[in-house]
């Protein structure tokens, strides 16, 4: 029954907020005594509200001695307080009709829960609890070191390519701490005391470093009320936050490696290393790559997948990160097909974009697909919410969540060429060759 509860808010909250973004998204923002920035949105469409929290801290804030902390305390969040017995966290929600989740990435933590709106309250309390005062003991930490490092080997370890984007980081930077991945290092978070889990949750999870968002069907006034009376009480946060200064050196020539593992088939990846996000040449990466990999229709998929038929899958992603990034395509090669020559395939059609002006009518259609996602990423009271937090986390102009597309419309068919030109070039570059045990280079039997 709790699941077809939880399915009718996911349907009714995607219905009510559907196409809501094409609109001025109103919202109303301000700072608690201790520091916790507050967004609140109000849309009274359909009795749903999502209650978000945002902390400022992700991998880049660990030591590299001590790999997987963001990530530990993801889990960690739920282990309750001393009003919430351990394990019924997952419980309170559920029978409330509500859903929730969590994320880690490079640059920071992101909590939800989705509840009919008359259960914002009970979301508020719990996201208090844990922000005051979360259970640290043994027991916890024990039960969820054992549930990472089984969530590591699951999706990484015993994954196929599973550990790509992790052999891809590490090369690509050599100073920075995007060398290591969110999900971190089983060895770490074993060799990790209570007492280092417990100084990184009160130099981290307080208000300060916090963005709490609310939207959804909500009053105004009466919402402040309770954020106030749940939140206000919290002490301020008094150790100080590690923000890496580190700059990865800029690349002066191509660096090229090999890996290999547990796959069936070669695959290639071209890591570039990019600006950070909200630059302007990011927004016409960000434009390239829809333009690369977006759809069916896109460079690399029409081309090795429709035409050449060399790639199984081919795609690239900019890694949109607070510090530069990276700019990374990825082809897993065909059956029969080498890395050699998906490698040479992916870089023709990169220099095609360095040597050449798209056409206006590609233009056009990146300028409605870049539109069509933007207006998607706001069709839901979680999705409007957690960029909300992220506008002014990393923005600091919450009123991007109206205006960011305007950035991307004013990049030009120029734009895009000349940042071709100036990050997607070999000296800019990790080459990295992911290969079946049995293969060289070459795809040749060893």
Known sequence: MQKIIVAVIILLSAAAFNGYAQNNIKFTEYNLKNGLHVILQKDNTTPIVAVTVMYH?????????????????????????????RGEYFKIVQHAGGELNANTSFDRTFYYEIFPSNQLELGLWLESE???????????????????????SQSLDN?????????????????????WMPIGSAQYIDKA?????????????????????????????DTKELVEKYFADIPVGTKELYRPDAVEPEKTGEVKDTVYDNVQLPAIVHAYHIPAMGTEDYYAIEML?????????????????????????????????????????????????DASALDESIDEIIADTRNNLISETEYQKLQNQVES???????TAAGIAENLA??????????????????????????????ANKYLVKKNRLVLYYLPNSLNQNGEEK
């Open 57 to 85: 801290v992700g991998s880049k804030n660990e030591e590299a001695s001590r790999t997987g902390f963001a990530h530990f305390f993801e889990h960690l969040m739920f282990e309750g307080s001393p009003n919430i017995e």
């Open 130 to 152: 844990r922000m005051l005062h979360l259970k640290v003991d043994s027991v916890g930490v024990e039960t969820q070191r054992k549930v990472v490092k089984e969530e590591r």
């Open 159 to 179: 994954q196929p390519y599973g550990r790509l984007w992790e052999e891809t980081f590490k090369r690509a930077f050599t100073v920075h701490p995007y060398n």
């Open 193 to 221: 005391t209570i007492s280092e889990f417990m100084d990184f949750y009160k130099t981290y999870y307080v208000p300060n470093n916090a963005v709490l968002s609310i939207a959804g069907d909500i009053d105004i006034n």
């Open 289 to 337: 790559t829809t333009l690369l990999s977006g759809g069916q229709s896109s460079k690399l998929y029409k081309t090795l997948i429709d035409v050449e038929q060399k790639a199984l899958f081919v795609g690239a992603f900019p890694a949109g990160l607070e510090d530069p990034g990276l700019f990374v395509t990825v082809g897993i090669a065909n059956a029969g097909v």
């Open 373 to 379: 996602s933007f207006v998607n990423s706001n069709n």
């Open 390 to 419: 992220n506008y002014f986390m990393f923005y600091h102009d919450t009123n991007l969540i109206n205006t960011e597309l305007d950035r991307y419309m004013k990049v030009t068919r120029e734009d895009i060429k000349r940042a």
